[in-house]
């Protein structure tokens, strides 16, 4: 069992920036950043895999958020000139295995962190 723990949330103005880190207790095969609001479905923010040299984004966080991942276990969320929209809660999701369909598709995910809360407001 995997287990993933996230920090980093908080409230910010819009056009700041914050930074979410998720560190999971075992190596993973791809890793991902999730947020929710509610009374919406959990979307997938951005991802990578193990090994790739390419990175995964919604639309909505193109060129505004940058993820990284250090070895096998460690991710971060680089997120800058943030917005109101994004406010939501942000989870932090891992899988130790392959799956058929896109790295924003959270059934693909075996593993997700508790979540840590994102707010942008003046």
């Known amino acids: 069992q995997v287990q993933l723990v996230e920090s980093g949330g908080g409230s910010v103005q819009p056009g700041g920036s914050l930074t979410l880190s998720c560190r999971a207790s075992e190596d993973t095969y791809k890793m991902a950043w999730f947020r929710q609001v509610p009374g919406k479905e959990r979307e997938g923010v951005a991802g990578v895999y193990t090994g790739a040299t390419s990175e995964y984004y919604a639309d909505s966080v193109q060129d505004r958020f940058t993820i990284s991942r250090k070895n096998y276990n460690e991710l971060t969320l680089q997120m800058n000139s943030l917005r109101p929209e994004d406010t939501a809660t942000y989870y932090c999701?891992?899988?130790?295995?392959?799956?058929?369909?896109?790295?924003?598709?959270?059934?693909?995910?075996?593993?997700w962190g508790r979540g840590t809360q994102v707010t942008v407001s003046s």
């Open positions: 999701a891992a899988s130790t295995s392959w799956y058929s369909g896109g790295w924003a598709e959270a059934a693909g995910y075996s593993y």
